[in-house]
T-cell receptor
Framework: QKEVEQDPGPLSVPEGAIVSLNCTYS??????FMWYRQYSRKGPELLMY????GNKEDGRFTAQVDKSSKYISLFIRDSQPSDSATYLC???????????FGKGTSLLVTP | DTGVSQDPRHKITKRGQNVTFRCDPI?????LYWYRQTLGQGPEFLTY????????KSRLLSDRFSAERPKGSFSTLEIQRTEQGDSAMYLC?????????????FGPGTRLTVT
């Protein structure tokens, strides 16, 4: 079993909807949590990052970390067709350097 | 543009040939990472440099793979005797050591196809 699990989708929503993406993990030593957006055949683009537990908001994006449940979420408000992409969660420990990624969730926002 | 750059963007090679990829990190970043991504999967860590020192290598990095970062600037990843299973996107990322050094910024990747 992989350390980071993420439902690959695809997830299809109408424009303007609130999107909820999430990952679960098994390694309790993970402390840094990130969300990346990846368009087809491009490199991942860093969207959000949080340390330990809590919420962080940036524009239409909110990241949540619940370490007690080993569960992280990314919410996208007022979704736009330009948000259509694959969203990857990633995390690492305090002492490690490697990011551990989920498989990514494919999101399609339809006009 | 001062982002991470990678060259070439695409490479098609025949099985058994050697290939080399280059990564230029964000100029002030002293940490550099290589990842590999196959279709439908997230990136998998290959190796990490701090300045010119290679500090961590994944078990995925077989002895056919070698990476260098001379003078702590650009990095190269070489694959010798390529196999069809090496076909993937090779991604480079960089970060700045410090309180927020966990933010890794990725380049556009090099897509390798081994025929």
């Amino acid at each position: 079993q992989k350390e980071v699990e993420q439902d690959p989708g695809p997830l299809s929503v109408p424009e303007g909807a609130i999107v909820s993406l999430n990952c679960t993990y098994s390694n309790s030593a993970f402390q840094y949590f990130m969300w990346y957006r990846q368009y087809s055949r491009k490199g991942p683009e860093l969207l959000m990052y949080t340390y330990s537990s809590g919420n962080k908001e940036d524009g239409r994006f909110t990241a949540q970390v619940d370490k007690s449940s080993k569960y992280i979420s990314l919410f996208i408000r007022d979704s736009q067709p330009s948000d259509s992409a694959t969203y990857l969660c990633a995390m690492r420990t305090d002492s490690g350097y490697a990011l551990n990624f989920g498989k990514g969730t494919s999101l399609l926002v339809t006009p | 543009d001062t982002g991470v750059s990678q060259d070439p963007r695409h490479k098609i090679t025949k099985r058994g040939q050697n290939v080399t990829f280059r990564c230029d990190p964000i100029s002030e970043h002293n940490r550099l990472y290589w990842y590999r991504q196959t279709l439908g999967q997230g990136p998998e860590f290959l190796t990490y440099f701090q300045n010119e020192a290679q500090l961590e290598k994944s078990r995925l990095l077989s002895d056919r793979f070698s990476a260098e970062r001379p003078k702590g600037s650009f990095s190269t990843l070489e694959i010798q005797r390529t196999e069809q299973g090496d076909s993937a996107m090779y991604l480079c990322a960089s970060s700045l050591e410090g309180a927020r050094g966990y933010e890794q910024y990725f380049g556009p990747g090099t897509r390798l196809t081994v025929t």
